[in-house]
C-alpha cells in the first residue's frame, strides 16, 4: 500500500539526513520526485563528492541555491557555484551560509577574485552585480588578509577594491605612496580619497550639517579640526562620536570628561591618550559604568586594546551572537599577546572576559578561565577558544540557547557521555542527548516526548539498532522523519523507501 503524502516526505527528508546514506541514494534525491527533501540534502548535512558534482549540474536553481547556502561543506566546494548562470545562486553564496555562522569560514581567493569582477547576471536580471558584491562584503566571508593582497593584485579593479576596503591608517608609508604611484588612474584617485581622509580640513569641508550616517561616521573615525570639536561643544550634538574618535582635539577631551551624559564620560575613560589626572577624576566619577572603565584598564594604554574590551561591553555585553573575527585579525590590528595573557589574570571580571574571548590565550591560562567565578568567561572561553574543556563547551550550550548554534559547529563540542541530560527540561537539550552513540540502550521513552524534535532525534538515535522496532517508527507519522534518518538502516531499506516514496531508480525516468 502507497504512503500518505506527508509520509512519504517525512521518509524523503530522513533519507536526506541519513548519514550513512550512499551516493546512489543521495543522488536518487535530486529527482524532481525528491524535492520534499532538496533543503535538507543540499543545505542542512555535508555530502561526498559525487553527490557535490550532481548538486553543482543540477539543471534546478533550487537546488544550487540551497547548496550556496550550506553551511557544513567545505567554502571551496560552495565556491564551484561562482560562475552559475544564475545572479540568485551567485547572490545566496556571496551571502554565504545560513543560518550566518557567528564564525563564518572564508571563500578561496579565486572565488573572491570573480564575484568581485563579476559583470552582470546573465540568466536573471533581477540582481545587479553590485548587489551580489554587497551581500559578499557583509558575509565575512572574506578575511582580512584579502583586502591586503589586493594592493599587489594585477587587475585594477581589485586593487580599487584593496584600497577602499582597508582604512588608509591601517597601511603602511611604503604601501601608501605605491598606491598614490599607481599605473591605473582608478587605483590613484582612490588612494588620494585614503589621504583625504586623514586630512582634518578635507573632513571639515566634507562635514553634513543634517545629521545622518555619514557623519557621524565622519566624527566617529576621522581627523577632526579644532573648529569643528568646538561647534559641536557649543551646540551639544554629536559628543559620544567626539568622544569615541581618537583623533579628537586634547582640549574638546577635557571638556568631554566633565559632560553630563555618562556614556560620553564612559568614552573618554576608555580612552588610549586620556592622561592620568583625567583618568583618575574619571575613577571618582559617580557613574558606575564610568569608573570601572577607568579603573578596570591601567596606563599606559593602547587604542588597540580600548577597542578590544569594547568587543565585550554594551551590546556585546551577555550573551552576545554577533560574528567572532576570524582567529588570526588579532595579529593585524590586535593587542600584543602578553596584555591578554595579563588580562586573563586580572581582578576585573571585564578584563578576564576579554582574555576568554581570545582564541590565542595559551593553554596554562585556559584552565583557570574555565572555572572562573564570573559566568561570562565562562561562556565566551567555550565560544571563541579552541582549547575550553568540553565540559565548559557543554555547559554553555546547556545554559545559553542563543550559542547552541555555533558551538555545535565546533570540535570540542561534547557528543558522547549525555546520558545524564535524556530527562532535561530543555528539548534542544534531549535532543542532543538522544543522538548520543555512545548510550549502553536506546531512548525509548524519548519516542513519544512531546517536543517534535526530541521525537526525531530519538528514532535517529545511533544507539536504536532494532530494525523491527524501526520498521514500525517508520510508519508511524510521528516518528517517520527520525527513523529514515537512522543510521542503522541497511541501504537496501533507504532504496525501499524511495521507491515506495515514488522517486525513481536511475534509468527508471525518461528524459
Known amino acids: 500500500m502507497s504512503p500518505s503524502p506527508s509520509l512519504a516526505e517525512s521518509w524523503l527528508r530522513g533519507v536526506a539526513a541519513n548519514p550513512a546514506a550512499p551516493p546512489d541514494v543521495l543522488i536518487r534525491l535530486l529527482d524532481p520526485a525528491g524535492r520534499p527533501a532538496w533543503r535538507t540534502l543540499c543545505e542542512e548535512r555535508d555530502l561526498p563528492a559525487d553527490v557535490v558534482d550532481a548538486v553543482v549540474a543540477h539543471p534546478d536553481r533550487a537546488v544550487r541555491r540551497a547548496f550556496a547556502r550550506n553551511p557544513h561543506v567545505d567554502p571551496a566546494q560552495r565556491g564551484r557555484l561562482v560562475r552559475d548562470p544564475s545572479g540568485f545562486v551567485r547572490a545566496e553564496l556571496a551571502s554565504g551560509p545560513r543560518p550566518r555562522p557567528r564564525r563564518p569560514r572564508p571563500l578561496p581567493d579565486d572565488v573572491l577574485d570573480a564575484l ?5 547576471a546573465r540568466e536573471d536580471r533581477i540582481l545587479s552585480a553590485d548587489e551580489i558584491v554587497g551581500e559578499l ?37 611604503a604601501r601608501r605612496a605605491a598606491l598614490l604611484a599607481d599605473p591605473d588612474p582608478d587605483v590613484r584617485e582612490a588612494a588620494a580619497r585614503g589621504v583625504r581622509y586623514l586630512d582634518p580640513t578635507a573632513m571639515e569641508a566634507d562635514l553634513p550639517e543634517d545629521d545622518c550616517h555619514h557623519r557621524r561616521g565622519l566624527l566617529t573615525n576621522h581627523p577632526v579640526t579644532d573648529a569643528v570639536a568646538e561647534a559641536c561643544l557649543a551646540a551639544g550634538r554629536d559628543l559620544w562620536s567626539l568622544a569615541q574618535n581618537r583623533y579628537t582635539p586634547s582640549f574638546a577631551v577635557v571638556r568631554l570628561a566633565r559632560d553630563p ?101 595559551p593553554a596554562a591560562l585556559v584552565g583557570p578561565l574555565a572555572e572562573d567565578p564570573d559566568p561570562e568567561v565562562r561562556h565566551r572561553l567555550a565560544c571563541h577558544h579552541p582549547l575550553a574543556p568540553p565540559a565548559t ?9 542563543r550559542q ?108
Open 137 to 173: 562584503i557583509s558575509s565575512r566571508q572574506i578575511p582580512l588578509s584579502y583586502w591586503h593582497r589586493l594592493h599587489h593584485h594585477p587587475d585594477p579593479r581589485l586593487r580599487v577594491r584593496g584600497v577602499n576596503s582597508l582604512r588608509w591608517r591601517e597601511l603602511d608609508p
Open 404 to 511: 547552541r548554534r555555533h558551538l555545535l559547529t565546533l570540535p570540542g563540542m561534547p557528543r558522547t557521555d549525555l546520558r545524564h541530560l535524556l530527562d532535561h527540561e530543555d528539548p534542544e537539550v534531549r535532543a542532543l542527548a538522544a543522538a548520543d552513540p555512545t548510550l549502553d540502550r536506546p531512548p525509548v521513552r524519548l519516542l513519544t516526548d512531546p517536543d517534535e524534535k526530541v521525537r526525531r532525534a530519538a528514532a535517529a538515535a545511533p544507539a536504536l539498532r532494532d530494525e523491527g522496532a524501526l520498521a514500525k517508527l517508520l510508519d508511524d507519522p510521528a516518528t517517520a522523519e527520525g527513523a529514515a534518518a537512522n543510521p542503522n538502516l541497511p541501504s537496501g531499506r533507504l532504496r525501499t523507501l524511495l521507491d515506495l516514496a515514488g522517486v525513481p531508480a536511475p534509468g527508471a525516468r525518461l528524459p
Open 393 to 401: 563547551v557543554l555547559a554553555t550550550f546547556v545554559e545559553r540557547p
Open 261 to 361: 551624559d555618562p556614556e560620553v564620560r564612559e568614552r573618554v575613560a576608555a580612552r588610549a591618550d586620556v592622561d592620568a589626572v583625567l583618568l583618575a577624576e574619571l575613577a571618582e566619577d559617580p557613574d558606575e559604568t564610568v569608573r570601572t572603565r577607568a579603573v578596570a584598564h591601567p596606563l599606559p594604554r593602547t587604542w588597540a586594546e580600548r577597542d578590544a574590551i569594547d568587543g565585550v561591553l554594551g551590546w556585546h555585553a551577555v550573551d552576545c551572537d554577533c560574528p567572532i573575527p576570524e582567529p588570526d585579525a588579532w595579529r593585524t590590528h590586535g593587542p600584543d599577546a602578553r596584555w591578554f595573557e595579563a588580562c586573563a589574570v586580572s581582578e576585573h571580571a571585564i578584563l578576564r572576559r576579554v582574555a576568554a574571548s581570545h582564541p590565542a590565550l
Open 116 to 120: 568581485l569582477t563579476a559583470d552582470e
